[in-house]
């Protein structure tokens, strides 16, 4: 039982940065800054540092409104590379 809860600790640990590293791609490629994408999203700038990081689960909100400061599709936001 340990080892699967090991298991799936770590794949959700892979999905939370692959899912940081994919906002952080699009944010850039926007050239829209942090402090900019916190005023655009109004999630804390904090919040979208950690999320970027991969040290925070978003909620299904603030993935909604990531995607809306940047005029995105919010299905945007969850294309990333197959992490198993």
Partial sequence: MHHFSQMSKTRDEKTLIAFGKNLQKIRKAKKISLRKLEILSEV?????HRVEKGKRNPSLTIIL???KGLQIDPSDLIKFPDIS
């Fill in 44 to 48: 804390d700038y904090s919040e979208i």
């Fill in 65 to 67: 409104a990531l995607a």
